[in-house]
């Protein structure tokens, strides 16, 4: 999922809402007692009103002894008018969204069973967020749904557990003609039927979680066509259902034509084929703004290359493999995001930078929280949705694990790896973690501890001077947030020279602040530290630039190992500079004008010197070591 305008109705989500969910959390034990193997939604509705009447069919296997109770939800807003239980009329309680059955008998684990819920009434939206609506977009007028993550429940009867796929779905709505119905896979047949009346046919095969099943209704205009896969040797259907007129359409379609580009950049670096090959994949027009990614059929606001991208993306992560818990959504949203990022990559390179630059600004964003939702959140949509710590950070962590791994082969192949192990179900975070550390060699454990379900980030402290050709500075790391702590870790610094040369430092950023002094063949400018942008690092740089003359001679490096340099003072005075053995034997000795001048001893058995220096003015004497080869 995507949303627009985040800011704007991260403030909407009532506590009323938050309160009947928790009060759910209660009935869950029950309604985990089966496993739902297939739904039939059959609606009547149209693009006026939220008014629905139909029913849903759940098929399920019992999955504990003894089960004598049937728990599901609903949302209180539409009336149920009738529970079926294995053809039998049950009595039924529908309270706080969920519907009660209690049955006259037992049932035996492993067995199956049908339970036809029939309804009726004005859907309501769940949530501040999401759920159900109607609205106008482009003068078409849209009855959509958007379920994730606890709103499936706004249009049917279902079990809203993540883990729980079920194997398919048909999804048959019947709508006043000519408004089409859109829904997950394939179109099976169109009838039309009294009054004036289209019954769309919709069936998936596939695995798919219960917020992935969507509908929208509205007067669509088609842009269809099958596209040559050469991954799965086949042609793939390619659906769109757009609210535009013929000249706004030729807007939109080199957008639209491109996500087939995305799809060949996605199945190049996964390694793994479009994952809904044999139904289809598309994009319906929904007037709310972002998009929401329903398999096979990502419902969205407008066709910007990211947001298509995005929800591309969620084929393979969040549909193929879903999250094992809302705890857990980074496994859709962070490698989602993180994969428009690589879209931008591998399409347009020269935009690539600006997004990493602005990903890693927002991931900044919040110095106190974790990208793992802590268990008292995860009934809050807001903080699941945050888009700062799911998408931003979520996509950042991605961004260091590709860095950690030094090499894109082994990513790519985590990636793979990962996707082949979990294809059609769930996974958590330490599912994610055990592959990458199996493909990797590298133990993950302080990465994620630190990094995923600790809170913040480093905020590294630079404090640095620099005198022409000298560079020092402390350099050390301190977690934002107090109830974390990052390892020491190697941090790129670049430094600039006046003449336009740079070079690249590799430095140790450790939590105590470390002092280091480097001397340069050029004159220093400026440093930019992680200038890859390789670490989820917040850096506050301090640079002294001193231009003034040297008080005295410098040397360096020290210890050296062929030649040392002498820079004196910029005067008009003689230099003079002597090389001494420790027991005082002169070895070399130097005059000059020149302010500059590289000594190189000749080879003999000494690992210390004694250097001399007079800059006209003073008089001074280091001792040199050697370094031996
Ligand atoms: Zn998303």
């Known amino acids: 999922m995507r949303k627009a305008l985040l800011f704007i109705w991260v403030f909407i989500i009532t506590p009323i809402m938050m309160a009947q969910q928790q009060n759910a959390a209660v009935f869950y034990t029950d309604s985990s007692s089966y496993d739902v193997k297939h739904y039939t939604i059959n609606l009547r509705a149209g693009n006026t009103s939220m008014f629905l009447a139909g029913h849903t069919a759940v098929y399920a296997q019992v999955t504990k002894n003894n089960f004598n109770k049937f728990f599901i939800q609903l949302n209180n807003a539409l009336t149920v008018d009738s529970v079926i239980f294995n053809n039998q009329h049950c009595a039924f309680k529908h309270q ?19 339970c036809t819920i029939h309804y009726h009434g004005e859907a309501v939206s769940s949530s501040g967020l999401n759920g159900i609506g109607l609205d ?16 499936a429940l706004d249009f049917f009867a279902c079990k809203q557990w993540v883990t729980d796929k079920a194997d398919s779905v048909n999804i048959i709505l019947t709508v006043p003609a000519p408004l089409k119905a859109i829904a997950n896979g394939l179109l099976q047949k169109v009838e039309y039927s ?25 007067n669509y205009t088609e842009y269809s066509y099958k596209f040559k896969n050469e991954s799965v040797g086949d042609s793939v259907l390619f659906q769109n259902f757009i609210c535009t007129d013929d000249d706004n359409f030729n807007d939109v379609k080199p957008a639209i034509d491109e996500t087939i580009n995305i799809l060949n950049v996605y199945e190049k670096l996964t390694g793994i084929p479009y994952p809904f090959y044999k139904e289809k994949y598309g994009h319906a027009i929904m ?45 859709n949203e962070g490698f989602t995001t993180y994969f428009s990022y690589l879209a931008y990559e591998k399409l347009y390179p020269q935009l690539a930078p600006s997004w990493l630059t602005s990903c890693l600004n927002q991931a900044l964003r919040f110095p106190d929280e974790s990208v793992f939702i802590p268990d008292n959140q995860i009934f809050n949509e807001r903080r699941i949705f945050n888009y ?30 990962f996707l082949k192990s979990y294809a059609y179900s769930n996974a958590s975070t330490n599912d994610f973690k055990m592959v990458a550390e199996q493909v990797s060699g590298l133990k ?21 001077k620099t005198k022409h050709r000298k560079l020092s500075f402390s350099l050390y790391q301190k977690s934002s947030s107090a109830e974390n702590y990052f390892t020491p870790f190697a941090v790129d610094i670049q430094v600039k020279f ?27 400018k400026s440093i930019i530290i992680d200038p890859l942008h390789r670490w989820l690092i917040d850096v506050k ?77 003073t008089t001074k004497t280091v001792k040199l070591l050697k370094l031996g080869n």
């Not at 106008?136 to 709103?151: G, H, K, W």
């Not at 969205?300 to 818990?325: D, K, M, R």
Request: proline letters at 5%; a negative charge; one cysteine or more.
């Open 96 to 114: 706080n969204n969920w519907i009660k059955v209690y049955l006259p008998y037992l049932i035996n684990e492993n067995q199956f069973f049908t």
């Open 136 to 151: 106008s977009v482009d003068n078409c007028s849209v009855f959509y749904t958007l379920s994730e993550p606890y709103s």
């Open 194 to 218: 009294q009054p004036n009346s289209l019954t769309y046919y919709w069936k998936t095969n596939y695995p798919i979680a219960y917020y992935l099943i969507g509908f929208a209704i509205a």
């Open 287 to 331: 007037p709310v703004g972002g998009g929401m990614e329903n398999q096979t059929i990502t419902f969205l606001s407008e066709f910007s290359f990211e947001l298509i991208a995005h929800e591309l993306a969620h084929s393979w992560f969040g549909n193929l493999v879903t999250c094992a818990n809302w705890n857990d959504i980074w496994i």
């Open 388 to 417: 700062q710590l799911t998408y931003m950070k979520g996509a950042y962590l991605v961004h260091m694990l590709r860095n950690i791994f030094q090499s894109d082969s082994v990513f790519f192949e985590v990636i793979s790896q």
């Open 444 to 464: 993950l454990d302080s990465f994620f501890n630190q990094w995923y379900y600790g809170k913040g980030f480093p905020v590294v402290y630079f404090d640095g």
């Open 498 to 524: 006046e003449n336009g040369n740079d070079t690249i430092l590799n430095v140790l950023v450790d939590t105590v602040p470390a002092k280091y002094e480097y001397w340069f063949n050029d004159v220093v």
């Open 541 to 617: 740089t301090k640079l002294e630039v001193d231009t003034s003359d040297y008080d005295s001679a410098n040397v360096f490096p020290n210890p050296f190992k062929n030649c040392f340099w002498i820079l004196f003072p910029q005067n008009f005075s003689i230099k003079h500079a002597q090389l001494f053995t420790l027991d005082g034997k002169l070895i070399l000795e130097r005059k000059t004008y020149h302010p500059e001048f590289q000594i190189c001893p000749p080879i003999d058995t000494n690992t210390a010197y004694l250097l001399r220096t007079n800059d006209g003015i």
